[in-house]
């Protein structure tokens, strides 16, 4: 299992652990994703598409908060997931963050699930 971090705890809010889980990359962001924070998320994603993964899991339930900013990354990595076959599972949301994807209605965009497990379980794109 191959795993990294981006960030740390002294040059931001938002650290990003990745991790291989069989076909899907899972991608962990804690603490705050907004227009500082959002090259922290951005580029772990990316780099999960260029090595190949078109399925990837992002693990929201150490995310704390997200604008819009933010919800634009996983919108981006969503249609470059897409494009590649694939898709983007967002998992464990907390309840204010899963707030901002109704309010703006990127659920309806997004497939869901209630834990990590489910969106590892699930073998749709």
């Given at each position: 299992m191959d795993r990294g971090t981006v960030g740390s705890a002294q040059s931001g809010?938002?650290?990003?652990?990745v991790r291989e889980e069989g076909a899907s990359a899972v991608v962990t962001p804690a603490g705050e994703l907004d227009h500082h924070t959002a090259d922290l998320l951005r580029e772990p994603l990316d780099a999960?598409?260029?090595?190949g993964f078109n399925r990837l899991v992002?693990?929201?339930?150490r995310l704390?908060?997200?604008d819009s900013t933010g919800l634009n990354v996983l919108l981006g990595a969503r249609l470059k997931a897409e494009a590649a076959g694939g898709g983007v599972?967002?998992?464990g949301m907390l309840p204010v963050v899963a707030r901002v994807f109704e309010i703006t209605g990127a659920d309806?965009?997004?497939?869901?699930?209630?834990?990590l497990a489910e969106a590892l379980a699930d073998?749709?794109?």
């Amino acid at each position: 299992m191959d795993r990294g971090t981006v960030g740390s705890a002294q040059s931001g809010r938002l650290l990003v652990e990745v991790r291989e889980e069989g076909a899907s990359a899972v991608v962990t962001p804690a603490g705050e994703l907004d227009h500082h924070t959002a090259d922290l998320l951005r580029e772990p994603l990316d780099a999960c598409l260029a090595k190949g993964f078109n399925r990837l899991v992002v693990d929201c339930s150490r995310l704390e908060f997200c604008d819009s900013t933010g919800l634009n990354v996983l919108l981006g990595a969503r249609l470059k997931a897409e494009a590649a076959g694939g898709g983007v599972h967002l998992a464990g949301m907390l309840p204010v963050v899963a707030r901002v994807f109704e309010i703006t209605g990127a659920d309806a965009v997004f497939t869901v699930h209630d834990t990590l497990a489910e969106a590892l379980a699930d073998d749709s794109g």
